[in-house]
């Protein structure tokens, strides 16, 4: 089973920036095509960036021109750089490979947390 450590999450201003990490075990990353995913309090959890085999990206309208994922198949990682940040960007952020219909393949790992506030 594919273990997600996700990492780089904080407490940062309006505005500001933060570059998310998620590194998967084993060899099945480059295999997946791969997602951030996103869960504010009280709300579901919802697909934010997500990136093929080949590097192609796609995000929801909510974040799109402001956060930027990529991907190393050599370290098994994942990435998500967020630019202008803003309040409802806070949640708690977890990255998986993408199945069916956008739901995750993986179990879960325990996420990072963004805390976006003045």
């Known amino acids: 089973q594919v273990q997600l450590v996700e990492s780089g999450g904080g407490l940062v201003q309006p505005g500001g920036s933060l570059r998310l990490s998620c590194a998967a075990s084993?060899?099945?990353?480059?295999?997946?095509?791969m997602g951030w995913y996103r869960q504010a309090p009280g709300k579901q959890r919802e697909l934010v960036a997500t990136i093929t085999t080949s590097g192609a990206a796609d995000y929801a309208d909510s974040v799109k021109v402001r956060f930027t994922i990529s991907k190393d198949n050599i370290k098994n990682t994942v990435y998500l750089q967020m630019n202008s940040l803003k309040p409802e960007d806070t949640a708690v952020y977890f990255c998986?490979?993408?199945?069916?219909?956008?739901?995750?393949?993986?179990?879960w790992g325990q996420g990072t947390q963004v805390t976006v506030s003045s």
């Open positions: 084993g060899s099945a990353f480059r295999f997946n095509n």
């Open positions: 998986n490979a993408i199945g069916r219909g956008g739901s995750p393949k993986w179990d």
